[in-house]
Each structure stands twice: as structure tokens, then as C-alpha cells.
């Protein structure tokens, strides 16, 4: 695979008072290779939407490196390429918005043309072009309507043909879908998984939806206060979280969670324990809970449990009462992380246990 | 119907149509010196605006010099009363159409009392566009010029004609005062002829003229304005 984004140790600082100074980005390093889905997601606030605006420098960073199809557009809180090539360059990186920002004033149709002003082309082929891209977007009959008479999703279609329209390598989605209903949602996610496989285009999908991102991405960041805190494959993230923050983010956690509140467990004994198991289904074909019994005579009740589709793979959530002494609670852990399975101990309000 | 007129307003029958002191010269000169005054004003208004916003900081082409030189510029001249800017002015004035009397020479007060106020309003008529709209044109890689004319300007249209209408009003009210001063026109009728001949049946004519021209400027902008307006309401 060849690395088409790459960010090095990038810092965005800003100075909002002379005392006041605020590390949106902090130190982010990541490589993201084509064809990928690459998701980042965090709450509000975290440096997700600022740390994406380096990639096309509509946020120069304060530091570090950035990279993009084997090119260096900034480095050191300068940018390399002239105004000209930075038109270029940003051509070549289409994105996409929570507020889908088209130009109101203007048809659907001139919404799409517009970003092919620059190009050689005559006008009748931008109109072929413009209505190419509709189609692809399925709006070819909203051609001349105005904005403001299209839905939400139809607008975030109407931005991404706009998006598309310079053939670009790149995608950046800035929480595209979370000011859609689920329909439209869906829809438009569909559409970007569609678009990465048929066109190859790299995907990289802010958003604090996790949702979106176990439909389809591949991969995925977390960012906190600024920092990456953890990246890797979406399996790896949601199999094998090891930050609390990407615990709560991921897996079935928030469910569980509520479900324990729910539940209202009166104060666990030393010879109880609540675990949370996540694993991949496909690997773990054995009933978890017999198993225990069977091979070390653990009894174990199961709290919660569900399964749901991870990028197309079923993911499992069991969180189970463990009865028995330490000793047996060490062991059942033993056992289950032999099996593959991430554990992790809860309280009886679902709280990760220390 | 002419016979009562003839009575009820004789002064303003004898002022005649055509000739110095006629209607229709003084509404030609009113007309005249609206119309000139906002092409040159409006023109000033909208690059002073942009200036503005394009400059300000955090904006597409931040400059801190020309923010706060425009910014300056444009307080000052609208800190001037335009009865003493129409004297203060008066060796510009003299300078660029080498006369200070008659309606060509007030355009250049009027174009200088005119341009800030909409240069004020051009710049908050363009800050009200959606700052992601500006984003989403750079992320796609658009010049300056596509941002000004397509984003900015094209946007902003129903706001500006709205405060183009506004502005004009107020404009139509600046030549009655510079008429005031010898600059002709349906103010100086309403003054020369009407209050100082203490003849009011021609001060209320006049007026009648003057609102009709608002009244007319009002409707026609409120209409264009709701025309070019596709945004959701």
C-alpha cells in the first residue's frame, strides 16, 4: 500500500489573547494509505476538524509536516507551494461539511460547475461533466433547482458531486453525516463506501458518530484534547482498545453500561466479578460461557450481551457475572484472553474497574 | 381640476418647468445627482466593504494595515456632519470638477458622504455570509476573484440591494442638503423658493416629489431584493 497523506508531528497553536493560548493540535503524527477509510473520531472540541484542515492548509499548521501524495505542502508552520499550486493541490482533495456549505444563490447545477472553473474544459463539457457527476450522485433531475428546495441529504449529495468534481484522490468528510436523520445518513455512508471501492478514493471521516465509522471505516484515530491517543485498524481499535477513552467510544461499552445502570446490581462481593468481553465472532466459535464452566468450573451469568457488524464482521459484547474466588477470577481471565477475547473488569455500575 | 390647482398653488405654477427655477429641471437635478453619486459612492462602498472583510483578521487575505487604514478612513468620514463636509470639502471639490457651485460639483461631497455609510453596511452585509461557504470555495481550490464575486458578492445580493435601497434613500435626502447649499435640484426649490419666499405651497410640492422618489426606490428594491433571495427563510 502507498502512503498518500502524511502528517508529521503537526502543531496548531493559536493565539486568541496574548495570555491566552490554545493547543488545538498537539504532536499528530499519522499515514494514511490509499483506499483507505480512515476515520478520526473524539467529542467536540478535540482538534478533529482542525487537525483535517492541515491536510489542504486551510489551516497552516504552527509546526511539523504535511505531506500529501508524496509532497511536502508545509513544513515548520510554512507552506512550500505558491498560491497558484496550493489552488492545485487543494483541487486534487475534495471535502465535504456538516453544513454541506453550497452557494445558495446558485442552481445545483452551477453549485458542481463552479469548482471546474479553472479547468480547460469548453463549457458544454463542464455541463456534461456536472451532469455526469449528478447522476453518480443520483440528483440528475435536481440540476436546476436552488439549495434551499433539496433536503439535507440530497444537499450533501449535491456537495459531494461538487467535491468530486476535479477528480480528486482524496476525500475529507468533516462530520458530514451528523446533521442528517439515520435515512439520509445511511445513504450518503453507502455512497462514500461505494465511491472508496469504485473510484479508489481515500476517505478521512471525522466524526464523533461510532456508527458511521464501524460501517465503514477501515481505520481509526482517536483524538483527545489535541492528541492522537490511539490509531490503528478498526478491528485492533474495537477488539483491543487500550485507552478509556476509546473504551467508551467503541465496542458495545455505552450500552452495556446503561444496560448495568438499569440493573441496579446491589455491591459485588470479593467472590463476584463483572467482565466485559469483546471479540470477533468468526474467531470464537465456542458458547464463552460453557466453556468457562466446562474446562475450569467457573460459573458465569451473562449481564448483556449483542452483536453487531464491523465493517461487514460481527463483533460480540458480553459483559458476565463471574462467581468465585480470586484465584478463579485470574484464571477465567487467562483463559478467555487465550481464546482471543478482549477482557476488561467492570464495577456493578458498569465503570471500568482499577 | 387645473383651474384649482392654478389657485390653491399659484407660486408653484409660476416657477414654471423648464428654465432655472422649473420642476423639471429640479427633478432632473435631483435624479442627476442621486444617480451619479451612487454610481461613484457605490462603487467606493462595495470596495471599501470587501476591502474590509477580506483584510479584517482570521479574514482570506488578513492584512492588518489595510483593515485599520479603511477602518479608520471610513469612521472619519462618517463622523462628519454632511452640511460640513459639503465646506470642508469644498478645495477638493474645486480640484477635481474646478468649480464648488451647481450639481456636478456637489457629487464629489455626496460621493464622499455616501460611500462610508455603505461601506459600513456593504461589510456587514458580507460578514453574513456563512463563513463555511468561503471554506468550501477554497477547498475547491477558487481564486480570490471567484470568492469575491461568486461568494461574497453573489450571496450577499439580497442583503446589498437591501441596503443599496437604504442607502439610496438616505442619498435622495443628501442632495435636498446640498441643494441647500446651491447644488440645485428639489431641495434647493423647497428651500430657495418655497421657505425663503415663504411660499409653502411650493415647499410642499417639493416634499410630495421627494417622497414619491423614495416611495419609488423603496418599492422597486424591496421587490428585486425578495427576487434574487433563494435562501431558506
Redesign the interface.
Known sequence: MTEIISLKDVDVTFHQTKQKVVHAVQKVSLSIEKGDIFAIVGFSGAGKSTLVRTINLLQVPTNGQVSVSGKCLSRSGRVLIGKKELQQERRQIGMIFQGFNLLNETTVIENVAFALRHTKLRDDEIEQRCLELLRLVGLQDKAEAYPSQLSGGQQQRVAIARALANKPNILISDEATSALDPQNTEQILKLLKRLNRELGLTIVLITHEMSAVKQIANKVAVMQAGQLIEQGDLHQIFLHPKKELTRQFVGGSSAAVSTLETLHLAQLTSNEAIFQLVYNVKNVTQSIIVELYRKLGIEASMLYGNVELLNDEPVGTLVILVKGDYVQQTEAVKFLKAQNVDVSRLDERGNLYD | MIEWFVKTFPNVVALGWLGDTGWGTAIFQTLFMTFWSAIFGGFLGIVFGLILVLTKPHGIRANSFWFHFSDQLVSLFRAIPFIILLAFVAPVTQAIVRTQVGIKAALVPLTLGVFPFYARQVQVALESV?P??I?????????LS?IIF??YL??A??ELIRISTVTLISLVGLTAMAGAVGAGGLGNTAISYGYNHFDNDVTLIATLLVLVLVLLIQVIGDQLAKN?????K
Open positions: 456563512d463555511g461557504k471554506e468550501a470555495a477554497q477547498s475547491l481550490g477558487a481564486s471567484d461568486t461568494v453573489r450571496e445580493r439580497s434574487l433571495n433563494h435562501q431558506k
